[in-house]
């Protein structure tokens, strides 16, 4: 059985190769000049693999409803991996940006205002998805009070800082979207804990807003139940960052034997871990994020224009994708019928939906994500 898993795959990425060509003939998007184009190129990759990830517990919460990660490797990894090194970039790109403002003055308003024009318009897009099902679901009744109903859907406007709530008593409102938006918190904390970061470069921020940086980092990790362990890629980011920019290695890790090298420590991660969140497949997944933010494009797959064109709608991608996996298998097939579903036959509905996911992510990211991003840049100009 579990051999389908796999044979899936070369189907799977043929059809996401078709439908990246033709879908950037439909809706034409332009490359963005970038410092680490192989960092932007791998991000729509491990969207993708997330969208995978999901795909695999869907196949397994239809028979047993239950939500749990994948038995196998490879597809858990495809998500936890991912989200470790969706975090190693977050902070690898901040923490270059405060090594080279050292002993700069700056913004930190402004800074937390860029990251609301950046991650707020297509999370809101998504949430709206989000909320209209759960109108659908509840037949267009009120279940809770109009208090907790309140408090329920403006934690998740707050990209759910307490945690995925169920709204208006809908069981596991979380699986609407696949649960993607547990990261979230994550990433605001990062951004809230930067500026103590920005102390070790010299970096000025007043004592009212380091203040109120802080105590809203210590509340949204009260709120969250935050886990220690899942700063640990951020750590690593930063310490990449250290190292690309005071080059720790000084070798040439565009060349190809380091490629062949990267993808050694793929396979070997795969073949010997389980979970992406330990301490030792963690120091591997760092030692990939490194070789990749020196330059090393994997025998030019990561900097190609696709590839990076892929990457900028990563965001939309990774909010959109679990929507549109609960709508097919909810509202399309049925959970009934879906249940009953060969392996084969599942991972075809799964090939099938790459090409609208892709469609539905471009469209977001050029007229949604991308107008906020051209505001933003305008006014710090």
């Known amino acids: 059985m579990f051999s389908t898993f796999y044979y899936c795959l070369l189907p799977i990425f043929v059809v996401l190769f078709i439908s990246l060509v033709l879908i950037n003939k ?45 038995k196998s490797n490879l597809y858990n990894l495809f998500g936890q991996a991912s989200v470790a090194l969706f975090f190693m970039i977050t902070a690898f790109l901040f923490t270059n940006k405060l090594i080279q403002s050292k002993e700069k003055i700056l913004d930190w308003n402004k800074y937390l205002i860029s990251r609301v024009y950046r991650l707020l ?73 930067l500026p103590l970061i920005g102390l070790f470069f010299k970096i000025k921020i007043g004592l009212k807003n380091f203040f109120i940086f802080i105590v809203l980092f210590m509340l949204i ?12 890629p951020f750590f690593g980011g930063i310490m990449t960052a250290f190292c690309v920019e005071n080059k720790f290695l000084n070798f040439n890790f565009k060349k190809y034997h380091f490629s062949l090298l990267l993808i050694g420590l793929v396979i070997l991660i795969i073949t ?54 609960f709508i097919v298998f909810k509202f399309l097939i049925g959970f009934e019928k879906a249940s009953k579903l060969t392996i084969t036959q ?29 505001k933003q840049k305008q006014k710090n100009k």
Not at 122 to 135: D, N, P, Q, R, T
Not at 293 to 313: C, M, T
Request: hydrophobic content about 50%.
């Open 221 to 232: 990790a009260f709120l969250n139940h935050a886990s220690l362990k899942l700063f640990i």
């Open 121 to 193: 318009p297509a999370y809101v897009f998504s949430i709206i998805f989000v909320f209209s099902i759960v109108l659908i679901l509840s037949n267009f009744n009120i279940y809770n009070s109009i208090t907790t109903i309140f408090y329920e859907v403006l934690n998740w406007i707050f990209f759910t800082f307490a945690g995925p709530l169920e709204i208006n008593s809908i069981k596991n409102t979380y699986l609407i979207d696949a649960g993607v938006t547990w990261s979230l918190p994550y990433e605001w904390m990062f951004y809230l804990v």
């Open 26 to 70: 439909i809706v034409k998007i332009e490359n963005v000049t970038i410092k680490y184009p192989e960092i932007d190129g791998i991000r729509g990759y491990l969207a993708f693999f997330v969208f995978l990830h999901h795909s695999y517990i869907w196949y397994f919460f239809l028979r047993t409803n239950k939500w749990e990660e994948p």
């Open 272 to 325: 010997f871990f389980h979970s992406g969140r330990e301490l030792l497949p963690l120091l591997f997944i760092m030692s990939i994020f490194f070789i990749i933010a020196s330059g090393n494009s994997v025998f030019g797959l990561l900097s190609n224009s696709l590839s990076r064109k892929f990457g900028q709608i990563t965001y939309s991608l990774y909010l959109l994708h679990g929507i549109v996996l």
């Open 346 to 374: 599942h991972w075809a509905i799964i090939t099938c939906c790459i090409f609208p996911i892709i469609l539905i992510s471009q469209l977001s990211y050029k007229y949604i994500e991308l107008p906020f991003l051209n």
